[in-house]
């Protein structure tokens, strides 16, 4: 069973701070990397997709990969109180099928 | 046409109903997912179609749920005897080949 594990939080963090969301996967042999951002009541949104180790910078989001350690995350800097959803990690599993599975999401509140 | 399509965005059925919605993916995307997502979850794989062919489904896919892609264009998730257990958001995604996945605003299916 392939797993992709995320805090369900809230993490909450105070306006202009950074945000650290992380994401552990159990297939080693993982090669794609995503992040979607979920407001209440709707649907998931692409945000950022990562391939490579290292970090991966789109405007106030990067996106870190550490394919040795299983973990990938997502800072948002400059965090406002519109960037208050749910975080969903997704993994494309490898194997020929890449289906992508997804962790629970981590709910991010900022507060002014 | 900009995006992934879902019909109807709300469902309200009776249990013991069959109920149908349909996805139109973005227009040059070959793959298909649904996905199934209850409140405080991450979406759950179903199923998932490269052109017209099916070529996964989860073991969450009982014998009462269908779907289908005439020609590889939009598809249709068939849920037959509906029990409150069904109640979710149905997501449906579409990619280019191994690329990242987009998803249309969702399907929420109220069993009572």
Known sequence: ?112 | DTGVSQDPRHKITKRGQNVTFRCDPISEHNRLYWYRQTLGQGPEFLTYFQNEAQLEKSRLLSDRFSAERPKGSFSTLEIQRTEQGDSAMYLCASSHENTEAFFGQGTRLTVV
Not at chain 1, 54 to 74: H, I, M, P
Not at chain 1, 98 to 103: L, Q
Request: hydrophobic content about 30%; proline content about 5%.
């Open chain 1, 1 to 112: 069973q392939k797993e992709v594990e995320q805090n369900s939080g809230p993490l909450s963090v105070p306006e202009g701070a950074i945000a650290s969301l992380n994401c552990t996967y159990s297939d080693r042999g993982s090669q794609s990397f995503f992040w979607y951002r979920q407001y209440s009541g709707k649907s998931p949104e692409l945000i950022m997709f990562i391939y490579s180790n290292g970090d991966k910078e789109d405007g106030r989001f990067t996106a870190q990969l550490n394919k040795a350690s299983q973990y990938v995350s997502l800072l948002i800097r400059d965090s406002q109180p519109s960037d208050s959803a749910t975080y969903l990690c997704a993994v494309k599993e490898s194997g020929g099928s890449y289906i992508p599975t997804f962790g629970r999401g981590t709910s991010l509140i900022v507060h002014p």
